[in-house]
């Protein structure tokens, strides 16, 4: 261990290291990138694909869901992709892929573009020419600067600009992909005259292929001529773009035309659809840049313009420029601001020192820290890759009030023991007094320090949105508040000791100690007063305890919440989108409307527009106010003017450049599936126009939208295309549809370079193409000598069809989402409960229309925030477990520790109710500001707690006396530190400047709370301490009587041992045997084993430890605690142990063990599924034996019946001397058999059953089978198939290569093993309470050790689990085995029986008529009565055989189905046949048997 | 012109679909603008290609083998009756007595010439076409569906491509035989204008037929509104928004006939500031008012 006590007397070297890593961290500090919000991302690919000429089904069929399936296969390669949305729109397909946070953008892109790209093989050109892959950052700030010019066209100033600008700014490393955007882009059109087309008979097919083939140059190969190689090649033959006149058309008639015969080709504005750009209204260039992935959008827009201004002073003077967005300036603000914050923080901090200390000079001494420990985190913060941002800032802000505590108090400690040794002092009598000063507080420093970091752990272990967010918070809380613990424990020693030097070694007052001395005593007195009226303490006791559920039931779920508040803007964005325009000038016109209606309304508040379109029915109008202030009134009169029609929606949002994907997710979100689009649409638009009509949302939209659009199909006439083609006619339908394209939106039919750009060529008709379906049907076509309409040949014909297809993970669905205007979303869970309500309401009045095959689903919204928040939540519950893990650690006492927890609901009633109070949100800070504070008012009550017992144990007083007296000399620490924090909070609180939006609700979260808390805990700690105390010194004395040894039960532990017995006894109870379904049998045999139980339980850790991966971080506290009393009064000691183990860093071991975890959760998994399967086997084998069983009583019962009969006939036929008595005996005899077998049945029946009990603790399966009402119509005893379905087994193959891949990656993972450091403590501490002095000796040990690998055990594990898992599959092959023989013994025995069976009814059927033709002979005196009876035998044994066999194919068919796996439907399939195949003249049924006439009667 | 009355109601319902000027609105009663209901001409258009040909054209052939030996008609020379066209000397020496004059066979135009001085013809062999340019007419291939509605004196308007210049047409012969390759039976259109002459033979147009004329209330297409399978249009009473179910005919231009549902007189939301409910109070702006300029 380092010696600190050598390093306090060379004070220079302590300076010279501390001045060397300020001078590192200072660097650092400089270098570190700004940006808005942390470096995490959350990356969004998009992928479009237009579909060149076919159809949006044609596509989709075709390629779409083909593509969507490669795209999802990324999740089986570990790239997990949270969402694929597939829409397909009029031109073209879109995916979006959404993938998890934290998963690297670029990785996402490439991964993406080599699956699409591989795929774009199959595309056809034109689809594959227009294919577009990239990634969506709708948050991402961007840079545009507009360039205009009053004397020169957009053109001539793009050709000006372009070449001057455009080099230099691809240079800028930040930038994705900058481009200087024309919005007069020009296209090389072909005007196709449609009448000379015509009459030579000529369709745009012939030109496009001439065209194309004049665009090539072709290589003529190369000959060698000894001394070098001659390229020879044919170049293309267009120069330019006049040589397109001149391309040779052949037409079908054998003439040859030139292109300029039949076209003109112009170089001309690109038609169609144009996004327009203006700013201020004149049109103008646009200079677009956007950071690449992690690229810094600061550094990127500061380059840029920089870059700009300079060339601009080298052109034209009348070339003008504005920059119209610039993150830099918002984000070089908004951080300043917060930056202003922490160094207000920082100063408030100083000034409260100063008010409670005095001296200038001791509160400089303490105040260093600040800055230090905050410069020292920059070191580390570049180590871990952290920006400096809003959120890292305001962590640097908390610590800044945190940081001091540690250094006030080891100097105040230093001026303690300088004080107890007074006199004067040499050189190493100073240090030697100083060190043990500093020793003496340096393991509770040391501890308080981790303790309060140790609440920060789970956060920094968060995943998704609140680790992007909210990570870099407890990061650089983490980093600083622990620089602050080594920096007190260095720096302010060795300062202190050169001061001492200079003889100001005395502790000074406080400028105001007279008003914080009488405080002190009116303290005292009012506590005195509560503490002994307990009537007062058990009053607030109860109000506070109904002020906090009152709170938690009525004011929590009421708050609003948000994810994390924005900082202010400038911007406001008002998208539009309309439906039904075709070009975007149409758009244009209303945009500018709305834009000079905006101007209107925003006045004087508006800075200057910029407006977007960028399509026929989209745009957006950015409006830039003067002053961020208006922000929030100009937003509400927006939205207010602003409303949606049924033709218009708007959307009114602010925007701010920044780089996080905050989600801003609906107020409301329905899915409405079903099999067809266009129903689904029409479902979808009546429940949003039905929503729309209740007013409850302002803003509703649909995806896709559902407006349906007309759509004209072609249906040629097949008859007369033969005709034509037996003309010799080679005119082809397709090529008619592509006149009525290039008729229509124009076909694009190559590319031609011009100025190093690729310029489209376009086929259109001339005279602007046609406007209406008639003008489309009418087109004229040569054919010979006669001119026909397009109509002649096809039928055209108009049909509604909606106007895209959304898919969401291959599925495809119709989403309704609902917004609310900002100032309404406070209402937004009272809105969300209204339109459930109403929909429901729709729904039953809609069940006609929407059928078993459409449904409307409601969906979290906020699944994000909520997820978010949960995981916050289960971070502060894990941060209080530490806490009172620590403090059980630190008072040895639950008691104890407990009234110190006291302080958390307490804050938790300051939170709810300051966040109420000031209109705040439960949003993700605010949850961290209760966790903050939590760690702040706790260590406030462990001074009064610990301070408590100490003044009790040295000066003996009484618990009142004690507990008032601590918390009055407490008083001012206690201050101190709440103060400083709440001070630190406040301009945060206040909301003052950019960073404060951001971070309101944890300011008020933390001061509102703190300042509850502080004045409650002042009053309600000591008074349950000193209720405590007594009742200690109750039971000590109780325990000094009977023995000092013996343990103290625990009056908690006893309820919870009660509770879990009364519970668990319930629990026995409730387990009654209810009839179950076979499926549930099985589970619960499964459950019921308990090695799946052991699994399962595994299986669950596994996971546990698996997904939510970082939990597995946090420390693992194990405790020990023993107390020993000698009997001997006066001396008490108690020990207690205690390890910890922190791993505080991510390392490769850990990767690997996690890895190894899945495996190991996978093989726990497949040893489930192979128990079910035996479970399965095992139970239907017994269930089948009961079926089986019981059918064979029921044959016996029926044999026995028969039997019956016969004897009684017999017998009287014996009386009446027909027959001798052995007749009557045999009879008896097989009756008495028959009755022997049921009995034998019925035994074996028992036996099943008992099987079915031990395997399941009760023979209760019912047989409410789906089926079971067929099988008893058809005469059939529920006796059900049963499948095994061995054919859905798992894939043993897909899972071998899964493991092989995990192998790799294992192996990959031990390849980057690096140790986790440990940090193992414990501490004893022996109190000797025997003499009155302050004898407290602390002992501590700090070990870092750098144990083993725990990756190498996880590694082994692995080892073992691809054992088990293969054991498990060889079992599995077994049982499939057995399974397939099985099915086919049982399919052989139900076709042998079933044979059987029929044969014999034939056999009955003679036996019947032979019966009945004797009965007839009986009756006229021919045969006599024995010979009838023999008859009658025959023919009854005979039934009795076919009822059997019947019995045996039934039951073969049960098997059949109960081994193989057969579906139930085919099963009965069989049945029917054999059903059809049998005998008619048979009774309906073969267990039933027509009953045998009477006789003797 | 009816076209025009169509194109008029189209700009002006277009124009109607956004706020050309958005006023400041109370927020709870919803604002609508209506137009009340009127019958209006209506009919069904059919537009079909149609190819301008002269109804005189007469064509010049060489009654024996011969070689022109001067042309006296060139290309364009406008010839009477029995004008000579062509001078041709016989081939055979015995003929050579006196040149072969060949006279035009109409009055007209010289609209090809095919061969020229020096040329050796064979007999039989087409030399030259003579047309008349004043005598034009139209064919133009119907549909076999559509035939049903064109009848002979049925008038038209016709527009041939790259002018705007209409012309009138009258239907005077259509053909009682569907051509079996091209499914169509020809119609033969006269042209009415006495100016034709400026109309180059041969040339392609288009002739658009008014069928089916009828009075009907026609609405916009945005105004109709699709719930459950129905239309419905919603009109306002005692500034209350009703939705009136209605059958919708022909749509053109995004006017759409409805045949049933909405009577003469109705006042017929044709957008509002907001989603309207069924029996909700509205505050009504008539369209009209404003939004014809």
Redesign the interface.
Known sequence: MLNLNKLYGSPLRVYLLLGALAAAGLWCGFHLPISLFPNSAKPEVYVSIAYGTSTPEEFLHTFGTDLEEQLRRLNSRGIEVESIEAQYKRAQAEYNLKFRWGMNSQNAEREVANIVNAFASRLPQESRESLNIGLRNQNAGFLAISFYSESQSLDSLYDLLKPALMPQILQVSDASLPVLYNPDQREIRIDLKPDVMATLQLVPRHVETAIQAELKGTTGGSVSNGKGTIQLEMPRQIEKIEDLNQVIIPTPSGKIVHLSDIAQVDWAPKSGMNEIFKSSGSPSLILWASPRPGGNVKRMSEQIIEMVNRSLKDLPKDIHSRVLVDPSFFIRSAVQNVFQEVIIAALLAVVVLFVFIGSFRNVITAAIEIPLSIVLAFILMRWFGINLNLISLVGLALSAGMNVDASVVVMENIFRHFEANPGPKDAATRLRILAEAVNEVRFPILASTLSSLVVFLPLTFTTDLSNALLGDLAYAVVFSHGFSAIVALILVPTIRLQLMARGTEKATHSPIEAPILWIERTYAKCLSWFVSKPAAQAGSYVVLAVLLAFLFVKGLPRLPREIVGLPDTDWVVLDITTEGNTSSRQLETTVGEVEREVTRLLGARLDYTFTQIYDANEGTILARLKDKRDMKVAWNDMERRFRNTPFMKFAVSPWNPSELPIPDPPALRIDVMGPDGNKRGEIAKDLADYLEESKLYSRLSTIPHTHAEKTVTFLPHMNQWQALAKEGISLRPNDLADLSLVATTGRQVGKFPIKNESIAIVLRFAEGGSKSTEDITSLPIGLGAKIVPLAALMDVKAILAPSSLFRLNGQELTRIEGRLDKAKESSKGENLRRAKLLIHGWISDHKATLGSSYFVHFQDADVELNDAIHQLAIALGLSLIIMFLVLLLQFGSLGEALIVLVSVPLGFIGVILSLWLFHSTLSLNSILGIILLNGIAVANSILLVDFGNRVRREQGLSPDCAVVEAARKRLRPILITSATTILGMLPIALGLGDGGKILQPLGIAVTGGLGVSTLFTLFLVPALHSLWLRREAKVSAVNDISSPMAPRPSPTLMIWILLSLLLGSARVEAVEAAPLTFEQAITAIVDRSPQVGIERGELERTQAKNIPAGYSFLPQLSLSASEFRSTDTTSASRSYGATSSLNLFRFGADLAAFRAAGLEEQSRTHFIRASILKAESEASTALFGVLQSELEIKVFQETSTLTKDLLSNSKARFQKGFVPSQEVEKIEIDLENALAEARDAEIRVQQYRAELRSLLGHDNISLAWPWKDRFEKQGVTPLSALSAQVGTRPDWLAYEKKVQAADKRVDQYLGKLLPSLDLNFSYSSDLRATTGLSGAYWSGALIVSVPFLDGLVGYSDYREKIKTKSIAELEFEQTKRIAAKEWQSAQATLRISAETARSREVTIQAARRIYSDNLERFHRGLVNANDLAVEYRRFLTSELLTVKGWAVAHQSLVKVCLSAGQRIDSCLRVWDQLETRRAPDLGASPTKPTPPHKIGN | MWSRTILLIAVSFCGS??????T?ES?DVPVVFTKTAKPQPLFD???????IQSQINATVVAEADAIVTKVVAPLGKTVGLHAPVLILKHIDPVYHYRPLVIPAPVAGVVSSMEVSQGTRVTKGQKLASIMDPKQLSA?A?I?SGDLASIQLGLTAEMKL??SSKPYSVTVIGVSPQL??????A?CLLALENRDVTSVPS?????VTFKVRERRAIAIPE?AL?????QVFVRIVVNNTARFIPVNVGTS??GIVEITSGIEDGMSVIL????????G?RVKVQPAESAEFE
């Open positions: 679909l956004y706020p050309s000027a958005p400041h927020e258009m059919l537009l079909y290609p149609v190819r064919i291939e549909a491509n790259g051509d079996p390759v091209t499914g169509t020809t041969g040339s392609l147009g288009k945005h509104v699709y719930r459950e399978n053109r231009g957008r509002s500031s907001v989603y309207v409910a069924q909700e």
